[in-house]
């Protein structure tokens, strides 16, 4: 079982740039797309970032595309979230997950699993 553990969220003004990990425990990590989501107390869980086991293939929302980036370093268990140029309208609670369901799109967040407790991210204008 993949346990996950985010960190590196924190207050920011906006231009600035944050960069989330997610640790992951368990030695299948490696196996598994990983997925970046984010949520705040208004809106559903949105997708933000993904990477495939390898990290040869990223898909972004349309929203961070050109100011996000996502890695990841097998060797370690954890997945990257840089996030530069941030907007007011970043600030959520920053999400990990490891994806489970190939039959559904990687920007569902049903197609997920073993979610870490969140990072927060605030941009303050």
């Known amino acids: 079982q993949v346990q996950l553990v985010e960190s590196g969220g924190g207050l920011v003004q906006a231009g600035g740039s944050l960069r989330l990990s997610c640790a992951a425990s368990?030695?299948?990590?490696?196996?598994?797309?990983m997925g970046w989501f984010r949520q705040t107390s208004v809106k559903e869980r949105e997708f933000v970032a993904a990477?495939?086991?390898?990290?040869?293939?990223?898909w972004y929302a349309d929203s961070v595309k050109g100011r996000f980036t996502v890695s990841r370093d097998n060797a370690k268990n954890t997945v990257y979230l840089q996030m530069n140029s941030l907007k007011v309208e970043d600030t959520a609670v920053y999400y990990c997950?490891?994806?489970?369901?190939?039959?559904?799109?990687?920007?569902?967040?049903?197609?997920?699993?073993?979610w870490g407790q969140g990072t927060q991210v605030t941009v303050s204008s």
């Open positions: 368990g030695r299948t990590f490696s196996s598994y797309t």
């Open positions: 990477i495939t086991s390898s990290g040869g293939s990223t």
């Open positions: 997950a490891v994806r489970r369901r190939n039959d559904m799109g990687y920007a569902v967040p049903s197609a997920y699993d073993n």
